[in-house]
């Protein structure tokens, strides 16, 4: 059939513009892509995507590990290292290998810094299943031959850049023919730190305590609720507020420094500015219980213990470990380590809680009082009676004189920065 000249035409132009939009878009699909995987942790997490094999359990790779360093400093520096270690294995697509953590501070208790595996602190099994394909952790007994390390040496100092830092990790991921990466250099805590905040808060979640860090926790609770209806005296449930009060006096010399080395005023707090602004929340019911979450050991001489109890507005009512008649047995039974945790517990448990935004304890806390609020749909406690898993800063002024400010993490920040070392910039919205 012989068709008009020019209708013949039209069917080649049709093709040639539909050939040109193929191609058209082609390009756009391979710059977008270019662009997604041009920044360095998209580099990282596919090129160790393309290493993986069949031995893996949802994602995460089970033939390749990663060893680091043993664990030190405080209890929630621990955290935010260990979480740092399997943020680093993730990016390497390998399991980490469970590490050891420190049973004291160091730099207190030089004698009693024993390893302590970590599950003798969480649940292994719990976490693994928690984080189930987003980050793995497993025993040394999984490792098949020994002999197979490469080591890798962790840079320090001033030339050692989170860039230069980025630079070895890609590198690292390329080294597929060794079984085991060894990390060689200091703990994970003081690692460069290259993970969003919801990053760490996902391995923070699937880091649950054991049993028995966790019914002991169960009988301080119920200690201050106890405390909380004789107060009352039979008029029904009291509320606690959980007071982290950081003014021991190793604490006092560092928030000075710090206050001088970043030139700010709103670091350390007085035990009377804390009890002032503890005292003036607003919508607090009398009476109510204070537990106060201080390490009493460290407090200066001269202060007994019994003095952290007074001065308090009437109908807040304060305990300590002591007055609670907790601190030898439940506490003193247990090393630095564990009875951090299990005021962790404590302060995490209350329907109140107060503490210092340059303190990691009370950050890595608010951090999770935070994510529970959101799962039940609350991104913000500015508004009065938002005080579900309420927190507050009392080193930080609020809306108004004497106040301190309501405190969420903002789970947006791209990096762990102001939580593991602290800021005076926070709010009370998490977005």
Known sequence: MNYPLSYKNLRLV??????????????ALFYKALFLSSSPRNVLLTRARHTSDSSSTDGVRTDKFLEVPQIVWGLNNQKIAFAR??????????TLLMPSLSASLFYKEVDKLLPI??????????????????????????????????????GSGRRWTVERDLEQLKQSVSRDEFEVIRVKGKNPFLWHDHWAVKDYAKVFECMVVVDEISREADKVVMKIREAGENAARG???????????????????????LEQRQKVSEICSSKREIMERVGNISGLKTPTVLYLAVADSLLEEKEEESSVLKGWREGLIPFEKKKLGVKEEVYGKYSY?????????????ADVFVGNSFST??????????????????????????????SYAYNLAGESEGVPRRWMTNMTHSSLQAISYGSNSVSCSSE
């Not at 270690?85 to 390998?94: E, H």
């Not at 029904?236 to 010399?253: K, L, N, Q, T, Y």
């Not at 380590?337 to 448990?349: F, T």
Request: glycine share 4%.
């Open 361 to 390: 304890f009370s950050s890595l806390i608010v951090l999770e009082r935070t994510q529970k609020a959101r799962r039940l749909g609350f991104v913000s406690s500015c508004e009065d009676g938002g005080n579900v898993w309420s």
């Open 117 to 154: 595996p970590f599950d003798k602190v969480f649940q292994f099994e719990r976490f693994n299943s928690l984080c189930s394909g987003f980050v793995r952790l497993a025993r040394f007994s999984d490792v098949r031959n020994r002999t197979q390390v490469f080591e890798l040496e962790k």
């Open 14 to 27: 049709s093709k040639s513009i539909a050939f040109k939009c193929l191609v058209l878009v082609g390009i």
């Open 235 to 257: 008029q029904g449930p009291v509320p606690f507020v959980a007071v982290h009060m950081r003014i021991e006096i190793d604490w006092m010399i560092h928030c000075k420094k």
């Open 337 to 349: 380590l564990i009875q951090s945790a299990i005021d962790y517990e404590v302060c995490l448990r």
């Open 85 to 94: 270690a399997c943020l680093t294995a993730r990016t390497m697509n390998r």
